[in-house]
């Protein structure tokens, strides 16, 4: 099993930033696409929105409400995703969920607990 641990959500003011770390751990063989999703307030598990995506050769992708602002990277070596956010604004407040798929017996994707971010004055 691959076991991922998040932190670095907070509540922060609008134009604020903050640096979310997602960790991978366990009987990883292969560990290939990493990124985040985020869950709105009073949206359902199925309305997570993929924000930010990078892949084993850090090939990155974003939605497009956070180009610019949003940064996406990661540490091989440690099995780590990072996600720097800028200029955050109130509408970036959610639940931060990392994602990665990996291989161990078979590939397939897992999920972080989330982290929550809030963007208020």
């Known amino acids: 099993q691959v076991q991922l641990v998040e932190s670095g959500g907070d509540l922060v003011q609008p134009g604020g930033s903050l640096r979310l770390s997602c960790a991978a751990s366990?009987?990883?063989?292969?560990?290939?696409?990493m990124g985040w999703y985020r869950q709105a307030p009073g949206k359902q598990r199925e309305q997570r929105e993929l924000v930010a995506a990078i892949t084993s050769d850090s090939s990155t992708s974003y939605v497009d409400s956070v180009k610019g602002r949003f940064t996406i990277s990661r540490d091989n070596a440690k099995n780590t995703v990072y996600l720097q956010m800028n200029s955050l604004k109130p509408e970036d407040t959610a639940v931060y969920y990392c994602?990665?798929?990996?291989?161990?017996?078979?590939?397939?994707?897992?999920w972080g607990q989330g982290t929550q971010v809030t963007v208020s004055s």
């Open positions: 366990g009987s990883i063989v292969c560990l290939n696409a």
């Open positions: 994602y990665a798929v990996a291989t161990v017996f078979a590939t397939r994707q897992y």
